[in-house]
Each structure stands twice: as C-alpha cells, then as structure tokens.
C-alpha cells in the first residue's frame, strides 16, 4: 500500500532559503507543496493563518518566512523586526498545533549566540551573555521561536524542531550596495571594479576577521535532513530545552582572504586595499556543527565553486537592470 502523500507548507517560499527548500522538495514523489504569497496570507494576522491551517489540512511546516535586513535596517527598525518576527512564529507554531500538524522545523539564525560566545559557537551558548546591540530585537525574536518549539514540544508532545544557520550566501542573496551582506556585497563591487576598470577596491578594517559562509544549497539540504531524521534519533542528541540544531560548514576564512577569492572569481586584476582606520567588528563568528555532523550530514559545496556559481547568477540577474 503506497503511503499517504505529505501536505508540507513551506513558509516564506520566496526567500533565499524557503525557495530552495522548495526546489528540493519538489522532487520529492510523497510531497504535496503548500504555499501563499504575502498578498495571499499575512502571517503577522493571527486570523489569516488560523484560517489557513484550518481549511488546508496541513503535514509539515517548514518556517523560513522572517522579516530580515542588514545592520541599517536593524538598527532603524527595531519595533518593525521583533514585532513582525515573534507574530509571524507565534502564529504558525500556534495555528499548526491547533491543527494537529505534529512536524514543524524553524529556521533561526546564528546572531542567537551572545556577542562574546567561545568560539566554535556551540548550541549550549545560547542564553549565555548579551547579544550583539545592532540587531538584539531580531535575534529575541529568533531565540523566543526555538523556546516555543521547544515548549510545544515539552507540553504537547508536538516534534517541533529548529536549526541554526550560519552566514549564508547563493542565489536569492540580496546584492543592495548598502544593505547586503558582505559575500554579496564583495561580488557587486568587485563585478563594477571590473567593468568600470577601477584600480583598487578598498575593504573596510585589517581583513583579519574570520567568517563562516555555507551556500543556501547546502541549508535547504540540512533542512530537509533534519526535519525527515527519525524522532528517536533527534531526541538522542539534543535535550527539550537545547533542541536547536547548528547549520555550518565548519570552515572560516579571513575577510580579506574572501575578497581576493572574489576578486579571482569576478575577473579583478586591481588592486584590493584595506582602510584599517574603519571597525572591523567581531574577530571571528564560527558555528560549532558537530551536533549535526554526529547525524551523518556533510555540505556538499566547496566555497570557491559556490562563489563561481553565485556569481553566474548575480550577471544573469544584474544584466537584466
């Protein structure tokens, strides 16, 4: 007897993440894909998705929908981005245990982990000093979405699970000059340097700072991998108030390193410069991932082909402007 097809919704499609989620899932022969633009459900309205959940007979969840910026929307719209993000989760997570939907998988984000956290950040950190000022409301938001999967769980027996992202990068990305982060970023100006043959690009700070990057690929697959991992086995490696899976790719790379690799991939031949008079922020941000590498998951995309690719899509995209 074939077994019963999935209704699987995947909030927050269009994003970078969601969108590949879904071009995964849609492989899948037992998926049935649910979803709605924005204009079509307000997650932020409490009502619209209690109606949705009611009337479509949902499996799974994946919640990727979030209300995301840079350091400058950040810190401009502190109200817009923790309101927007703890109604948007509460209202899923609620809806989806009203209607009996027993898998949810969450998506967060690494600025969970106090600003000052050990390096490699372990899941344990969380909760364990302050959080970065710039985007503290967000981050509130995010770990109040883990604490509430972890609550159904606890009180509800519901298998509500969460993973924990590093600094991703790939098709989707945001390429805004001042509001993208910084793979992005480097790859529109480096790609302009080219083009309008500037002779040197200037990187803010010393270069020293290491970060972690891991292609939206690579996250789509995790995500997937940890939401289909057996209860049993997911239980055996996390606790009910430390269930936050990391999401890495277990290397960092200097800043001023990663801008010399951009310039490779972009084709620059000037010359790339350091203003050492500018911050250069956190010395080093690395995700602690052993918890799920102890599962068997492994990325699959090396960083300099990930940044090749990356940046074919940025030119198909950029030519059309």
Known sequence: ?????????VAGHRGMV????????????????????????????????????AQESIDQVYLAAAKVGGIHANNTYPADFIYQNLMLEANIIHAAHLSNVQR???LGSSCIYPRDADQPMAEGALLSGYLEATNEPYAIAKIAGIKMCESYARQYGRDYRSVMPTNLYGPGDNYHPQNSHVIPALIRR??????????????????????????????????IFVMNLPRDIYQAHTTPMCSHINVGSGIDIPIGELAKLIATVTGYTGEVTFDVSKPDGTPRKLMDS????????????????????????????????
């Open 1 to 9: 007897m074939a077994s019963k097809r999935q209704r699987v919704f």
């Open 18 to 53: 969601g969108s590949q989620i879904l071009r995964q899932l849609e492989a899948s022969a037992d998926v049935d894909l649910v979803v709605r633009t924005h204009d079509e459900l307000d997650l932020v309205s409490q009502a619209d998705v209690s109606d949705f959940f």
């Open 104 to 106: 949810l998988l969450f």
């Open 190 to 223: 480096f790609h302009e340097a080219t083009i309008n043959g500037a002779p040197n690009v200037e990187i803010w700070g010393t270069g020293t700072p290491r970060r972690e990057f891991l292609h939206v690929s690579d996250m789509a697959r995790a995500s």
């Open 290 to 321: 052993a918890r799920l590498r102890s599962f068997g998951w492994q990325p699959h995309i090396e960083l300099a082909d990930g940044l090749a690719e990356t940046y074919k899509t940025f030119k198909a995209e950029y030519a059309k402007r």
